[in-house]
């Protein structure tokens, strides 16, 4: 493990706690308010529900004070799809995203660096910000058979970062037809990648063509690159990895539906309003979900 040994080689910088959630994001809450920048490391995102209670309380507090007191920090989470062990607990596709809390979820290690750099000027200016990993993508090299297509390289400048604001279209490969015929699928985290495997079936089964695949990483609130782009595409399809009623993409649904941002066609697919077994793996957002959600698109 590329982190075995680390506290005890930068002792004064990274601290081993007990798992105990609320007590690490107390002690989070102490060290910014002494002027410190926190990073909260919370091993699975439903084990944030553990320590709920303190961390709506670290994020109200900034408006409790009228700005007086924030608790700038970042909390780290993992969840979303294809666990090894532990099912549920170590899956857990629900988010809780108060106001006041920036939630952000990459699909890669180029724009998990590029956007961990803004999470800390974000975190020095005081805002509380929530980057939640996907298991499923911590190991992942291959999008198609054996293409070595999601290994990245990583981004040296360390003046290169990626905003709340900044989304990533990956553009058609199969391209025909007039721009009127465009059709955007949106997503984040290994719905990326479902996505793009969605896109190779859809172009070669289906006859789809002009389909971008746009990861939109930010989930509590709408970027303002998503507002940008979607007025190009005739037809819309937001895929979710988080379960329905709990998918944070239908709230931006609404808000871009309200702004007349959408198109007449488009379409919510998320994953199933249950919990996630072990060993199993049709609980969640799937290729054959993304498919059917655009072939909708025809009906």
């Known amino acids: 493990m590329v982190t075995e040994g680390i506290a005890k080689q930068y002792p004064k910088r990274i601290m081993d706690f007990p798992p105990d ?3 690490l994001i107390a002690a989070g809450v102490g060290y910014s308010q002494a002027g410190l920048l926190p990073i909260v490391e919370i ?8 320590g709920a209670d303190i961390f709506f309380e670290a994020a109200i507090s900034n408006w409790l004070t009228n700005g007086q007191q924030p608790n700038g920090m970042i909390i780290r989470l993992q969840g979303f799809d294809r666990g090894v062990f532990g099912g549920n607990f170590h899956t857990h596709n629900m988010l809780h995203i108060p106001p006041g809390v920036d939630v952000v979820c990459y699909s890669n290690g180029h724009d998990y660096a590029k956007g961990f750099r803004y999470l800390v000027q974000q975190a020095k200016a005081g805002r509380m910000v929530m980057s939640v990993d996907s298991t499923n993508l911590l190991n992942l090299r291959h999008v198609q058979d054996r293409d070595d297509a999601w290994r990245r390289v990583y981004p040296s400048d360390v003046n290169d970062h990626l905003t709340f604001d900044d989304v990533i279209s990956y553009p058609p490969t199969n391209a025909g037809g007039g721009q009127g015929d465009a059709v955007a699928i949106v997503t984040y985290g290994n719905g990326v990648v479902t996505a793009l495997q969605a896109r190779k079936e859809l172009e070669d089964s289906h006859g789809w063509h ?4 746009i990861d939109s990483p930010l989930l509590s609130a709408v970027p303002a690159g998503l507002k940008k782009a979607l007025p190009a595409y005739k037809q819309v399809v937001f895929a979710d990895i988080c379960k329905e009623g709990q998918n944070p993409l239908s709230g931006h649904v609404a808000l871009l539906q309200q702004e ?33 959600a655009v072939n909708s698109l025809r009906e």
């Open 21 to 23: 959630e609320t007590s």
């Open 43 to 50: 091993p699975y995102a439903k084990y944030l529900d553990c």
């Open 210 to 213: 002009n389909i971008t695949v």
């Open 260 to 292: 007349r941002l959408l198109p007449q066609q488009w379409r919510c697919v998320a994953a199933p309003r249950t919990y996630n077994p072990l060993g199993s793996v049709i609980t969640f957002l799937n290729v054959p979900d993304v498919v059917g």
